[in-house]
């Protein structure tokens, strides 16, 4: 008797658990119909587009189970889906638009660091091009001095050798005019260098400074807060784009089915919106709570939504 009013007890307690931490359908009972409840407009989407969204989260389970009757639309349904504008999206939408100016900031600094490369492999081509005609000019330099000297010194140069010291002459002027050219070019590359070196190191300082700001600020886990399931109601509180809102459909619509949260961190079921791929599938683990969760017999589909209510089916 006294074990019969224990276990009494014991299942009165996680009724009532169930009852006021997360009222979930008690059992998987397929379809699960859904509609959408309250819409705020502030989240800056048509009802028609969080419509194609919720028709993805669908798919995601359907196609990944290879069945088409798991949900389904119905204006009276029991499930709502209900869109919710508060801080949270509030915050995550200027957590994009930080994300999004680093993304820019980071695409300049690849260019500049890609324009940088570029002058520094040119000015090391043309520098080794100065270095070998400058050293060969003044090698040449010193051979024409050095004959002009020889002549000199016997009086002068017959006129057809004099000629050819003459023309010898011009070329190696106009070879040294053309060094010198080719030095101011090298000086010039210099200051372009130093100067994108400067603006880089300025960017990538402010760049750093930023991401630094921005981890400590947003970047802790993606918890799935985005969203909960609180028995025949799904929340969305936040998401930044098509495809998140999809995985955070998703990820409520499997609790709508009394699944839990499953290990694996591919998972749609895992807690965290984490290392899941996108287009989003099911992975094993997802499927198993599915088939615990829905394809059972009776009392494996109620042991399962025990297990899915101990595992904390909060969010
Ligand atoms: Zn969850």
Redesign the pocket.
């Known amino acids: 008797m006294r074990a019969l009013l224990s276990l009494v007890i014991g299942f009165g307690v996680i009724a009532l658990g169930n009852y006021w931490f997360n009222p979930y359908l008690p059992i998987c009972r397929l379809p699960v119909a859904y509609s959408i409840g309250n819409f705020d407009e502030a989240f800056n989407i048509s009802r028609e587009e969080a419509l194609l969204a919720l028709e993805d989260a669908e798919a995601v389970w359907e196609e990944s189970l290879g069945r088409d009757d798991i949900f389904v639309y119905k204006d009276d349904s029991l499930v709502h889906i209900n869109f919710i504008y508060d801080e949270r999206q509030q915050e995550a939408a200027e957590a994009e638009s930080i994300r999004r100016d680093l993304s820019i900031r980071g695409d300049a600094n690849e260019v500049l660091v890609e324009l940088h490369g570029r002058l520094v492999s040119e000015y090391d081509t043309y520098n080794i091009e100065y270095k070998s005609r400058l050293s060969q000019y003044e090698s040449e330099q010193d051979e024409y001095n050095a004959e002009v000297e020889r002549y000199n010194q016997q009086g002068g140069a017959p006129p057809d050798v004099y000629e050819k010291l003459e023309s010898e002459r011009e070329r190696l002027d106009s070879e040294r005019r053309s060094i010198n050219e080719l030095a101011e070019k090298l000086t010039d590359l210099a200051a372009q260098i130093n100067e994108i070196g400067d603006k880089g190191n300025e960017l990538v300082g402010e760049y750093n400074l930023r991401v630094n700001q921005f981890n400590d600020t947003f970047a802790q886990g993606h918890e799935?807060t985005q969203g909960d399931y609180r028995g025949r109601e799904i929340n969305v509180y936040s998401f930044v784009s098509h495809e998140e809102l999809v995985m955070v459909l998703a990820?409520e619509l499997g609790?709508s089915l009394a699944i839990g949260?499953v290990e694996n961190p591919q998972s749609m079921?895992y807690?965290l919106m984490d290392e899941q791929p996108y287009p989003a599938t099911l992975t094993d683990e997802d499927k198993e709570a599915f088939a615990l969760a829905c394809e059972g017999n009776f009392g494996l589909r109620l042991l399962g939504s025990f297990q899915a209510v101990y595992n904390g089916?909060i969010?």
């Open positions: 799935y990820h609790h949260h079921m807690y089916l969010n």
